[in-house]
């Protein structure tokens, strides 16, 4: 695909049906069967093959194998993976870095009092044609990747603020407690759009447990956190 410094890989995996919590069983497990997952690389050799045989390829520095067109096909037919090569040549004291994104679109996040609810980032766009989830996660994604460098100092500058603001209300101990906290609250959170009040929407999903989110027990010690940093996503979950 063509990005916005040249162009770049893009790989993609998703199941052939994408039925939509369309197995009674899945809603006992912690991971859903729909959507589709990405790689988006720039300057690197890129490809979807057999996993052994991608291993054993890059193991021996050697070229990564040609996309497999087998597909689809059950996953245990040779397990596919996604995988990505990049060489960094002679490397001095100071090294090098290589990003690479990850995206997951997974097109319906929620079923909601049997409204189907989008994932944030698509509101306005319910449909599940792998090409317009193509297009979209390609855009997204370039555009994540191309300002890489100043979300990661937004992120630092969040990250040494909260614990700042945990310091001075409660000293050091408090704080790391606190940052452990602030993890734990938004690591399993989902923000969904509401089509029919035209708003976001926050769901808590607790861990290892079955389908049912934002439970009492599970709101209530998120609450405090929420409150702090966005009384209004607190309104929403």
């Known amino acids: 695909v063509d990005g916005r410094d040249g162009p770049m890989s893009l790989l993609r995996a998703g199941t052939a049906s994408q039925t939509f919590n369309g197995d009674p069983g899945r809603s006992t497990v912690d991971q859903i069967d729909w959507g589709y997952y990405y790689i988006l690389a720039p300057t690197a050799t890129a490809t979807a093959a057999n996993a052994s045989v991608a291993r054993a390829a890059f193991a021996k520095a050697g070229p990564l194998p040609p996309v497999d067109s087998v597909q689809p096909r059950?996953?245990?037919?040779?397990?596919p993976v996604l995988a990505v090569a990049?060489?960094?040549g002679t490397l001095?004291?100071?090294?090098?870095?290589?990003?690479?994104?990850?995206?997951?679109?997974?097109?319906?996040?929620?079923?909601?009092?049997g409204d189907r609810m989008t994932p944030y980032f698509r509101r306005g766009n319910s449909s599940a044609d792998p090409e317009v989830s193509a297009e979209l996660m390609t855009g997204l994604m370039s555009s994540a990747l191309a300002s890489a460098g100043d979300y990661a100092s937004q992120c630092d500058a969040f990250d040494a603020?909260?614990?700042?603001?945990?310091?001075?209300?409660?000293?050091?101990?408090?704080?790391?407690?606190?940052?452990?906290?602030?993890?734990?609250?938004?690591?399993?959170?989902k923000l969904v759009w509401n089509d029919k009040l035209g708003k976001p929407y926050l769901f808590i999903k607790e861990i290892s447990s079955d389908g049912d989110v934002s439970t009492v027990d599970v709101l209530f010690p998120a609450a405090p956190m929420l409150m702090y940093h966005s009384p209004e996503m607190m309104r929403s979950a």
């Open 74 to 79: 059950a996953v245990d037919e040779g397990w």
């Open 86 to 88: 990049h060489s960094f």
């Open 92 to 113: 001095d004291d100071e090294g090098d870095t290589f990003t690479l994104l990850l995206g997951y679109d997974d097109v319906a996040s929620m079923e909601f009092f």
């Open 161 to 189: 603020g909260l614990f700042d603001e945990l310091s001075r209300a409660g000293g050091e101990k408090y704080a790391e407690l606190g940052s452990l906290a602030y993890r734990q609250v938004t690591g399993a959170t």
